[in-house]
């Protein structure tokens, strides 16, 4: 591929006769799911581990085999003891799912996306290991492929009576939400493109993602924690465990904690060191993370715990098994994060871009032969990007680049410049025929923004992207670019991920009304005008005052400002409101059974309803 050195392999990298990887992703297998597959309650299949045998075979053209590789060790599934007393399953999800032996039972670690795969997960544990209870669950971090499929595991109403603690990182709530509400639709969107769960799996497609091989697409919920850790060194005993939790903010999630047990020598590392380069800024879409601060806590890790830890595990991929290797381990995955820090901002400073940085950025020597610092994951192309930004913003400094067209109207420019759609596909075809990839893809964007229905720039956009893909050693990268090629000659796809009702009754109900506030069409609501609502919690004893104003809307905990007196006043319960946020019930309906007291004005619920956009869970992304 024309100028993608990012991509392609180079003779400094690692060795490919070094089969450690996968020996440790062998070691301690106890059984696998057989068949590979996990259904929900309709009996749809929501993981199909089996649907990876292919990556057995030796890797074809269609695929770089560097990420070949690594879909090969990531692909494993079954039920693994990383030393007496834990256990993980692996391969039934993007993520691990890790179970802690206690007096009474067991400890589960990071349940998974959903509920089903998590039940299957807990099922092969116990196949084994016996019917152990579970009696405690921990949240590593904010991310939903590590608490969503905690109904699975345990009942909430065993959490409700403190029987079952859920222990978190503080802020672990208000992360997740923001994570999975606020900006959800958009992010569940990208998602789709990250990891492809939607793509046909085998050689020209999905093949994986780096960090796991896709996302199961099962139901999803969430328990809110009952137990905060908030502050490094906190110890608690957990059914007979002792656990050391390292609070580690603003690394891979913005709440996430490492975690070491000093009995057993061994130390969670949750997703802050992993079996490849991660990302800074997730393709999906989040905050810039700060890979500096990521570096500093990875040195806190060691100097904690190197001492005591004869076995590193995580939230993904395999342990490391003997102090030396954990140690360089984890000292190699700290210096890429501050090379990739220190680096770019080095080059921030000398008037380089984003985009220049990212040509141009490489690893050195030790890094670039460490299998577990190559970007299966996070590229350090995109990265770098990220740097830029957390630093700069999007603005590079050129005053060409502050006042820009948008992409449509910039397209139909571009396009009348360079001789028409047809004259621009021609010439694109001579590119394509050259192999200068990356600028086919550049310039048929402009054609299809201008023109989406232009049929040979689709076709041909989509083989471009296709190459480019298949050529890539990181999996979002490739499933990216397959994903496109799949929308250009299908038409939308669409998410497979399902909507989680039990996340908006985990929040506060400040959270909930944020979520409202981001949904409101803003011109709509300020031709509305001022509006006062009052909301009175039956069940929680709280009261809640929205205000309208200006085209935006302010919640505030109890009355309006000056004593407005509000135009409706509605009271009910909060798990009502979580059932009309969730789809299962309407208000008109509520007010009718009485499950809602309405007092005032009851056009103005209606009018405030009517100004809350519905998000669009399939837009364009490839077309405009």
């Not at 039940?119 to 608490?147: K, N, Q």
């Not at 990007?385 to 571009?414: C, I």
């Not at 837009?619 to 405009?624: D, E, G, L, N, S």
Request: proline share 6%; hydrophobic share 40%.
């Amino acid at each position: 591929m024309n100028g993608s050195s990012e991509q392609e392999p180079r003779g400094d990298g690692p060795a490919w006769d070094d089969d450690q990887d996968f020996a440790d992703a062998d070691r301690g297998l106890l059984g696998r799911l057989v068949p590979g597959t996990v259904r929900d309650t309709d009996g749809n299949v929501v993981w199909d581990a089996d649907a990876y045998g292919f990556l057995e075979e030796d890797c074809p053209p269609t695929a770089h085999p560097s990420l070949w590789r690594q879909s090969r060790l990531v692909a494993r599934q079954g039920l693994y003891e990383v030393v007496p007393g834990i256990y993980q399953v692996r391969g039934l999800d993007l993520s691990n799912i890790s179970f802690v032996e206690g007096e009474r039972g067991v400890i589960v670690v990071d349940p998974l996306i959903s509920s089903e795969v998590a039940a299957a997960a807990l099922a092969l544990y116990r196949e084994h290991r016996g019917e152990r209870p579970v009696t405690a669950v921990i949240y590593t971090h904010s991310h939903v492929d590590h608490f969503g499929g905690v109904r699975g595991v345990v009942d909430a109403a065993e959490v409700a009576a403190g029987r079952v603690p859920v222990i978190a990182p503080v802020g672990f709530l208000e992360h997740a939400a923001s994570e999975n509400v606020f900006t959800g639709t958009a992010m569940a969107r990208r998602a789709s493109y990250m990891y492809g769960a939607s793509l046909p799996k085998g050689p020209a497609g999905q093949i994986g993602c780096g960090l796991g091989q896709t996302t199961s697409t099962g139901s999803v919920g969430l328990i809110a924690p009952t137990l905060d850790v908030s502050r490094t060194g906190q110890e608690e005993t957990v059914d007979g465990v002792r656990i050391v939790f390292q609070l580690t903010p603003g690394t891979e999630a913005p709440a996430e904690m490492n975690f070491h047990f000093p009995d057993l020598r061994v130390l969670c590392a949750a997703e802050n060191a992993c079996h490849t380069l991660h990302n800074v800024l997730t393709l999906r879409g989040a905050l810039v993370r700060d890979p500096s601060a990521w570096a500093r806590y990875l040195t806190e890790t060691i100097r904690l715990y190197a001492e005591d830890t004869d076995v590193v595990f995580g939230s993904h991929h395999w342990p490391t098994w003997g102090q030396d290797r954990a140690v360089r381990f984890l000292e190699e995955q700290r210096d890429a994060y501050a090379y990739l820090h220190d680096q770019s901002v080095r080059l921030i400073n000398a008037g380089q871009t984003g985009a220049e940085i990212a040509e141009g950025l490489r690893f050195p020597p030790g890094l670039e032969r460490a299998w577990h610092a190559r970007g299966y994951y996070g590229s350090l192309s995109h990265n770098a990007k990220a740097v830029y930004q957390r630093y700069m913003g999007w603005f590079d400094s050129n005053p060409a680049h502050l006042w820009q067209h948008p992409p449509t109207e910039s397209a139909r420019r571009y396009v009348e410049f360079m001789g028409g759609a047809d004259a621009v596909v021609a010439k694109a075809r001579t590119s394509y025929e050259a192999g200068d990839l990356r600028w086919v893809a550049e310039v048929l964007g402009h054609v299809l923004f201008a023109e989406p229905e232009h049929a040979e720039a689709r076709a041909l956009q989509a083989g471009t992207f296709e190459r480019i893909g298949q050529g890539s050693e990181c999996g979002p990268w490739r499933n990216f670019y397959l994903m496109g090629a799949a929308e250009l000659r299908a038409g939308i796809i669409g998410t497979p991920t399902r909507s989680a009702p039990d996340i908006l009754a985990a929040l506060t109900a400040e959270q909930i009304f944020q979520s409202m506030a981001v949904r409101l069409n803003g011109p709509r609501a300020a031709e509305a005008g001022r509006l006062v609502l009052r909301w009175e919690f039956t069940d929680t004893g709280e009261d809640w005052t929205l205000l309208l104003s200006n085209g935006a809307l302010t919640p505030m905990r109890g009355d309006a400002p000056r004593g407005e007196r509000p135009v409706a006043t509605l009271r009910l319960a909060r798990t009502t409101l979580d059932a009309v946020l969730g789809g299962r019930a309407t208000f008109v309906d509520e007010i009718a059974g009485g499950g809602v007291t309405l007092d005032g004005d009851a056009q103005a619920l209606l009018t405030f309803g009517g100004l809350l956009d519905a998000p669009d869970p399939d837009f364009a992304i490839v077309t405009p």
